[in-house]
T-cell receptor, first 116, second 112 residues
Framework: DAMVIQNPRYQVTQFGKPVTLSCSQT?????MYWYQQKSSQAPKLLFH???????NEADTPDNFQSRRPNTSFCFLDIRSPGLGDAAMYLC???????????????FGPGTRLTVL | SQQGEEDPQALSIQEGENATMNCSYK?????LQWYRQNSGRGLVHLIL?????REKHSGRLRVTLDTSKKSSSLLITASRAADTASYFC????????????FGQGTTLQVKP
């Protein structure tokens, strides 16, 4: 089945120790998103790729980086995780909406990050 | 920035009852979407309604959109315990940036 896969589902890291979260998709969508979601809050967009075109949100900390080596894969790198970075990280994909509109987004199951 | 605001924040009903959630937003939109999130999971798309549409149905779900009031509602009829989840509305950001802005969500509990 076509889907969005995130690995690992649970990640524990130490304060300041770099961590990489991965996302892959079999939907062949050209747009991929990374969201951060803290408990009982709305998902907050960190950045998104339109094909290989990287779009960073103005308030995304420099500590967060992303790579998209090909259409199927996208990575979220947290260079020096702090306690405040503990959250659920959600990857999503979508097709290119007509005229720049946003089509349906398909989400992965998320990676729960714990920072000790 | 534009953001959907949802009302109520939490809703608890008995199985079989209807659940209504409301979403308000601030600026013009191209479309509005509703998503469901089960605890500790990713979001699942429910319905997309375009700005020129007023009502849409999908199974037990009914979504309305009133662009003059900048509001939308999601009605779940004959609710089931499995409908227990958080429900988010999301609007596309003005300027056709390809981004969604999510509301804070309504947490629905359906008691068996």
């Amino acid at each position: 089945d076509a889907m969005v896969i995130q690995n690992p589902r649970y990640q524990v890291t130490q304060f300041g120790k770099p961590v990489t979260l991965s996302c892959s998709q079999t939907l062949n969508h050209n747009v991929m998103y990374w969201y951060q979601q803290k408990s009982s809050q709305a998902p907050k967009l960190l950045f998104h790729y339109y094909d290989k075109d990287f779009n960073n949100e103005a308030d995304t900390p420099d500590n967060f980086q992303s790579r998209r080596p090909n259409t199927s894969f996208c990575f979220l790198d947290i260079r020096s995780p702090g306690l405040g970075d503990a959250a659920m990280y959600l990857c999503a994909t979508s097709r290119d909406g007509a005229g720049g509109t946003v089509d349906t987004q398909y989400f992965g199951p998320g990676t729960r990050l714990t920072v000790l | 920035s534009q953001q959907g605001e949802e009302d109520p924040q939490a809703l608890s009903i008995q199985e079989g009852e209807n659940a209504t959630m409301n979403c308000s937003y601030k600026t013009s939109i191209n479309n509005l979407q509703w998503y469901r999130q089960n605890s500790g999971r990713g979001l699942v798309h429910l319905i997309l309604i375009r700005s020129n549409e007023r009502e849409k149905h999908s199974g037990r779900l009914r979504v309305t959109l009133d662009t003059s009031k900048k509001s939308s509602s999601l009605l779940i009829t004959a609710s089931r315990a499995a409908d227990t989840a958080s429900y988010f509305c999301a609007t596309d950001e003005p300027g056709n940036t390809g981004k969604l802005i999510f509301g804070q969500g309504t947490t629905l509990q359906v008691k068996p």
